[in-house]
Nanobody, 126 residues
Framework: QVQVVESGGGLVQTGGSLRLSCAASGRTFGTYAMGWFRQAPGKEREFVAASSWSGNTAYADSVKGRFTISRDNAKNTVYLQMNSLRPEDTAVYYC????????????????????WGQGTQVTVSS
């Protein structure tokens, strides 16, 4: 079993920055893809960013150029640096992990992830 725990959420003004962290623990052997998703009030959860074990990345169009996903495999940790935050970025951010057969694979689809964190709230005030 793998546990995933997010941290780093909070309240920030428009244009500000936050860095989210996500640590995976437990049976974390092999290669893992990790991703970030978010759910705003009244909306469905959506893809934000993903990273393969080898560092390949993908982003939602809405965050490209503002958010950066990175990872430290030695620490089983992935980060989401969020810059130029907007009120529409307000949401609960979830981290997800799943084992992959290739270190180069990442996923943007939620159903492909096996392990999920509890989420961390990010609020951007206008």
């Amino acid at each position: 079993q793998v546990q995933v725990v997010e941290s780093g959420g909070g309240l920030v003004q428009t244009g500000g920055s936050l860095r989210l962290s996500c640590a995976a623990s437990g049976r974390t052997f092999g290669t893992y893809a990790m991703g970030w998703f978010r759910q705003a009030p009244g909306k469905e959860r959506e893809f934000v960013a993903a990273s393969s074990w080898s560092g390949n990345t993908a982003y939602a169009d809405s965050v490209k150029g503002r958010f950066t996903i990175s990872r430290d495999n030695a620490k089983n940790t992935v980060y989401l640096q969020m810059n130029s935050l907007r009120p529409e970025d307000t949401a609960v951010y979830y981290c997800a992990a799943t084992q992959t057969v290739s270190p180069d694979y990442y996923y943007t689809r939620q159903y492909l992830y096996d392990y999920w964190g509890q989420g961390t709230q990010v609020t951007v005030s206008s």
